[in-house]
């Protein structure tokens, strides 16, 4: 994978939990769930690559 698809990743991700719409309506399971799904994809990207920075990753997922 590239750092383009990390991003489009991150994005996407970003995108999705600042839906109104989404189906966790109780923000702490909203927010163990998203942080859970992010940290498990940190771990099999940097399989992926070594170079893969984590915290970048999870700036970007994160951000509101």
């Given at each position: 994978?590239t750092k383009?698809?990390?991003?489009?990743?991150?994005?996407?991700?970003?995108?999705?939990?600042?839906?109104?719409?989404?189906?966790?309506?109780?923000?702490?399971?909203?927010?163990?769930?998203?942080?859970?799904?992010?940290?498990?994809l940190c771990?099999?990207?940097?399989?992926?690559?070594?170079?893969?920075?984590?915290?970048?990753?999870?700036?970007?997922?994160?951000?509101?």
């Amino acid at each position: 994978m590239t750092k383009k698809d990390y991003i489009i990743l991150a994005n996407t991700i970003n995108k999705s939990l600042n839906r109104d719409d989404v189906l966790i309506t109780n923000q702490d399971d909203k927010f163990n769930t998203t942080e859970q799904i992010v940290f498990d994809l940190c771990n099999a990207l940097k399989q992926d690559n070594s170079n893969f920075n984590r915290q970048t990753f999870i700036n970007v997922c994160m951000k509101s």
